[in-house]
Each structure stands twice: as C-alpha cells, then as structure tokens.
C-alpha cells in the first residue's frame, strides 16, 4: 500500500505539535498485549528445513569402511549422490525474509474507536466530546477490522487521525489560550508515564522488581527530606501486580492534571452546588464536599433514577475522608480516572 500524504493543515502545525499527535496515535495503539505479537506469531510459523537430517525422498547411501562389492581402499569410485551435511535442495539458514518485511511494515496505521480518548487525553484535549468522538466514527466508517484492534472493530486511520487532531488543536490555538505553553512538560510526562506502564504490565514481577530498583537505591543517598519523596516510587513497584487496583488510581492521581484538565472538573464539581452564585472561585468551590444528598438533588434535577447503592459505592471508591464525602480533589481524580476530564 502506498504511503498516505498527510494534508496541509497537518503540515502547517510546528513540528513539536506533529510529533505529539503522532505519538499519542502509536502509545495508544501499542498497548502492554499487543508487543511482540507479531514476532511471536512469525517464529511459530516459520519452520525452516535443513539441519543434519537428510530428507526422507533421498535414498540411503551405502556407507561404512568396506564396500561390498567395490575394489578396495576407502573411498568408492562411483556411489550415489546421497551424503554430507548439507543437502542439495533443501532451505535452511536462520533469516526468515518474510519475517524482515513483517518488521519493516511494523508500524501502526489505524487506531480503533476505543483507543481514541485515551489518545486524546494524552494531548489534553476533551476524551468525552461527543461531537469529536462522532467525527471519529464518521471518519472510520468503511474500515473495520484494523491494524492492532479486535475483529470487526471500527478503526481510523493514521490520515484522519492527524487531519482531525491538526483541526482542533489549530482551533485551541486560535482561542489564545495562555497556559498551552507551560502544559508542554506535562503532556510529556504524562506520555512518557503511559509508555512506562505499558512495559511495566508485559513484564513479570520479577523483571518489574528489577526495574524499580535502581530508583529506590537511589534514593536511599538523598537527604531525609528528598527521601520522603521516593514514596509514588514505591507505590509503583507494587502497581506491577496485575490484582493491585486500588493503586492504580493512586498512580493516576499523582500525574499531575493540565490547566484545561482542572478547569473542566472545577467547572463540574460547582454544579453541585447551586449555592455558589456565578463564576465560582476555587477557594469557594474548595470548601464544599460532595455527598449523597448532593448526588441526589443533581439526580432528580437531571430526572434520572439513581440507586443509592450506586451512590455509596462511587463515594466510597474515590473519597479520601471517613465520611464519605469528595473534594475538589477528589473529584479531580474521579474525573480523569472515568475519562471525563
């Protein structure tokens, strides 16, 4: 297949922004099951003959010291071609060519509907949006099936997904906002912290035991204050385990969340609160804490029927309080937890 040619709003971004939404579209595309697959799955296939086994079509060959019927010495005048160690028409060697081009086309061209948040996320645009998941899925209309998906999964390939991220993200810069230029840093870490637990998961504990290691040794020649620090460092040691949950949302928490990110969930958390007239600050909307019967008066303004139980048990998941009650931070965590912010 030729190679696609991105369009001119693509190229018409700084190379930095091309080269984020490129790789937000690979770290989202290569999740911790999908690496060494294909590998694994040529090795199996490939058997190569050869060796020091003869195939079965040559007949054996007279051998041995002393020839039946030949006039002496050691070596026959005239036997058949059978011997050796190398046969005549048979594959060998270690190389598998079609291996090489497997390799070669290694890279990812499509992206699957349910992987797009978590790849917008990692550019800090809205993972939610359902006018920008709905272009999405109009734009992956007619593929299905796609490179590194499930079976019959609707995907988008790596053309629409620059042509659609170079829009929105042209459009953010348009509106002049002033906290992009320091979020940088964080939209790197925060794909550099994808990429770092995506290996963690592939790997047994054993290996993930070795990888924390040098940081925790490390630390250990810092001063006493530095080492307090070294505390996320060993919460991420235990997170290899893949039936530690409940420290996953601790890891998740302590990534720090983008201007855009803090804006939407304060945003969010002041609806509970009809109390707070207007624009509400954050050091108003700080003091507050969201409870059930906040959950129930947003449930019955909205017209939804919501078990209580179902309330409990969100409270209870994200809360950090005896009571049972969220925060503004709190509800931070919730949001980008749930893929909501």
């Known amino acids: 297949m030729p190679p696609e040619h991105p369009d001119a709003t693509f190229l018409a971004l700084p190379a930095s922004l091309r080269t984020k939404i490129d790789r937000a579209f ?4 290569s999740g911790p099951s999908s690496s060494g697959l294909s590998r694994t799955k040529a090795k199996q296939r490939a058997v190569p003959e050869g060796g020091f086994v003869l195939p079965e079509d040559d007949e054996p060959a007279p051998g041995g010291f002393l020839l039946d019927d030949a006039p002496g010495g050691f070596i026959p005048e005239a036997g058949p071609s059978a011997g050796g160690f190398l046969p005549d028409d048979t594959a060998g060697g270690f190389i598998v060519e079609d291996e090489d081009v497997e390799d070669s086309n290694d890279k990812p ?27 999405f899925k109009n734009a992956a209309s007619g593929w299905s099936g796609g490179r590194g998906g499930a079976e019959n999964e609707e995907s988008v390939s790596r ?11 042209e459009a953010e810069g348009e509106g002049g906002d002033l906290d992009e230029a320091g979020e940088d840093e964080n939209e790197d870490e925060l794909m550099e912290e994808f990429r770092a637990d995506s290996t963690e998961e592939s ?11 040098e940081p925790v040794q490390k630390t250990r020649k810092r001063s006493a204050a530095a080492s307090r620090k070294s505390t996320p460092k060993r919460k991420t040691r235990r997170r290899a385990s893949p039936s530690d949950t409940s420290e996953d949302e601790d890891e998740e928490q302590e990534q720090p969340l983008t201007a855009r990110q803090k ?8 609806l509970f609160f009809p109390d707070l007239a207007g624009e509400a600050d954050e050091d108003a909307v700080k003091g507050k804490r969201l409870g059930i019967r906040e959950l129930t008066k947003a449930a019955g303004a909205l017209k939804e ?13 994200f809360s950090t309080t005896p009571d049972k009650t969220m925060g503004l931070a709190d509800f931070e965590r919730m949001m980008v937890s749930t893929k909501m912010a």
């Open 26 to 29: 690979e770290n989202a595309v």
């Open 263 to 270: 804006r939407e969930c304060l945003k969010s958390f002041a």
């Open 203 to 213: 790997e047994s504990d054993a290996t993930s035991d070795e990888y924390v290691e």
């Open 159 to 169: 053309k629409d997904w620059r042509a659609v991220c170079a829009v929105l993200l």
């Open 305 to 317: 029927k919501v078990k209580a139980e179902e309330m409990i048990e969100m409270l209870e998941a």
């Open 109 to 135: 061209t499509h992206i699957t509907l349910s992987q797009i948040p978590a790849a917008l996320q990692m550019l800090d645009l809205p993972p939610d949006d359902d006018e920008i998941l709905a272009v």
